[in-house]
């Protein structure tokens, strides 16, 4: 099972691997969160920083997909496509006044609005 977040008190964000028939808990990367597994369990996509990153599942190094441009963030939410070749992602203004789903296509690196809509503010 992945999971996400910080461990205990005192410990940053990160990648966690819960093995599901039970041993110790393994931590991929730090500094992540909202991470999502592709639907073939051999890449996930993270946040860091103001950034979607991508990293194969065993742990190797990430690679930064995506920046968020100046004035805007990525929502938490992420999802693949059941093809595993593009990952959705919510963008909103800092102002609050624009919100884009999009997608980020992994061949290419072009991404696609989906959606463009100031009242939207999360997708599932």
């Known amino acids: 099972m992945l999971v996400s977040g910080p461990y ?23 500094n992540a969160w909202g991470a999502i597994l592709s639907p073939d369990d051999s890449r996930i996509a993270f946040h860091r920083g ?14 930064e997909l995506l920046a968020a441009p100046p004035g805007y963030s990525f929502i938490e939410a992420l999802a693949w496509a059941r093809d595993g070749r593009r990952i959705a992602f919510g963008k909103r203004s800092q102002a609050g006044d624009d919100f ?6 992994l061949n290419t690196g072009r991404t696609s609005v989906i959606l463009s809509d100031p009242k939207a503010g999360g997708f599932c």
Do not use: M, N, Q
């Not at 410990?11 to 931590?27: D, H, N, Q, T």
């Not at 991508?54 to 690679?63: F, Q, S, T, Y």
């Open 50 to 63: 103001r950034g979607i990153w991508l990293v194969d599942a065993a742990g190797g190094e990430p690679r």
């Open 8 to 30: 205990g008190p005192k410990e940053r964000s990160g990648i966690w691997v819960v093995p599901a028939a039970g041993g110790a808990l393994r931590k991929l990367h730090e």
């Open 100 to 105: 884009t789903l999009e997608t980020y296509e």
